[in-house]
């Protein structure tokens, strides 16, 4: 190889670099927290049906501790858990379903892979997953979706801004409780359980063997005992970065 095949070999090597690196910048993934509104402490949590099935370990303690919660369901999740959506909906004062895309693919519109999992890789496709994950919402029955949130929870800006055009607020989030619902159960309790005022926690509720569920169960219980209120997205004012919710 001459020097100056070499070298222009690593010009282009440096160039490809710089381009991934651009494209892997562009990337965000937007925080939300409640308004503090200076009463004591508040958090909103959220759990994902991604897919799956349903952790009826979450689902009834929400119930039995009238805890309320934010769902974000994907049209997948929504086909194969008519029982639990048949729950949902008989407590209206505590769940609230949003939007989580048709088919659960990452809302963002450029070809790459986020976390192993294809994003959706054009303003077309970002449109199609968000508009099915409402159309799915809406013919399970209930009130039409107001936030969305979109696989993997990050996000190129332009379908960001493509998705408020579509008339949804995105739910970010400000604590990891269940680390994609692959922590154990001692760390979710713990990262649950030091929830402070105006957080939005996120977690899952559609993986039912996972020992994960066991750790929302007992974080939230904690967060319960300390006297901690819990409300819905739609139930406080919400304020997220990125354009998320302005
Ligand atoms: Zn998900």
Request: hydrophobic content about 45%; charged content about 20%.
């Amino acid at each position: 190889m001459t020097g100056l095949l070499r070298k222009s070999l690593c010009a282009l090597a440096l160039s490809v670099a710089l381009v991934s690196a651009g494209h892997a910048a562009t990337l965000v993934e937007p925080t939300l927290h409640l308004k503090p509104r200076g009463d004591g402490g508040r958090v909103a949590l959220t759990l994902d049906a991604c897919g799956g099935k349903t952790d009826t370990r979450i689902l009834s303690a929400l119930v039995e501790n009238r805890i309320p919660a934010t769902i974000f369901v994907t049209g997948i999740w929504l086909k194969r858990n008519a029982a639990a959506v048949e729950i949902m909906r008989a407590h209206p004062d505590l769940f609230e379903l949003e939007n989580h895309g048709g088919r659960h693919i990452p809302a963002v519109d450029t070809p790459r892979k986020i976390y192993g999992i294809s994003a959706a890789g054009s303003p077309d496709a970002v449109q199609a997953e968000v508009e099915s994950g409402a159309a799915a919402l809406a013919s399970a029955g209930g009130p039409p979706p107001k936030w969305f949130r979109g696989a993997t929870a990050e996000y190129s800006p332009s379908a960001i801004a493509m998705i408020r055009k579509l008339g949804f607020k995105i739910a970010g989030f400000s604590v990891n409780g269940d680390g994609g619902s692959l922590l154990g159960a001692r760390e979710t309790a713990r990262r649950i359980a030091a929830a402070k005022d105006g957080d939005v926690i996120i977690a899952h509720i559609n993986q039912p063997t996972h020992a994960a569920g066991e750790g929302v169960v007992q974080g939230l219980l904690a967060l319960k005992q300390k006297g901690m209120t819990f409300v819905r997205l739609d139930d406080a004012e919400d304020v997220g970065n990125d354009g998320t919710t302005d």
